[in-house]
């Protein structure tokens, strides 16, 4: 099963952008799904989850401007950002996780480049 992302781009700071990554098989029996960024020089982080019974948690960097959504019916994630920062700009990409025998398994989508201006 693969990973799609779209909905990066240049955007004015304040401004909003909606990311999309879809699986390309069912979502709603992964355990996890989620949105990591990197930004140039920097490691990558994990900034925002879902599970698949819809529980969300957020970086502390995102709480309160980023929203993580899904559509099972769809096979999509969703990253709703508003009041986007300078210091959000970075690659996006999406994961999910499985979680078999107590082990997790990631595995990354391609990325998607966010640059906000200020």
């Known amino acids: 099963e693969q990973l799609v992302v779209s909905g990066g781009g240049l955007v004015p700071s304040g401004g909003s952008l909606r990311l999309s990554c879809t699986n390309s098989g069912p979502i709603s029996s992964i355990n996890y799904m989620g949105w990591h960024r990197q930004a140039p020089g920097k490691q990558r982080d994990i900034i925002a989850t879902i599970s698949n019974t819809g529980n969300t948690n957020y970086d502390d960097s995102v709480k309160g401007r980023f929203a993580i959504s899904k559509d099972n019916a769809k096979n999509t994630v969703y990253l709703l950002m508003n009041d986007l920062k300078p210091e959000d700009t970075a690659i996006y990409s999406c994961?999910?996780?499985?979680?078999?025998?107590?082990?997790?398994?990631?595995?990354w989508g391609p990325g998607t480049q966010v640059t906000v201006s200020s």
């Open positions: 994961f999910k996780r499985l979680i078999v025998a107590g082990n997790e398994y990631d595995y």
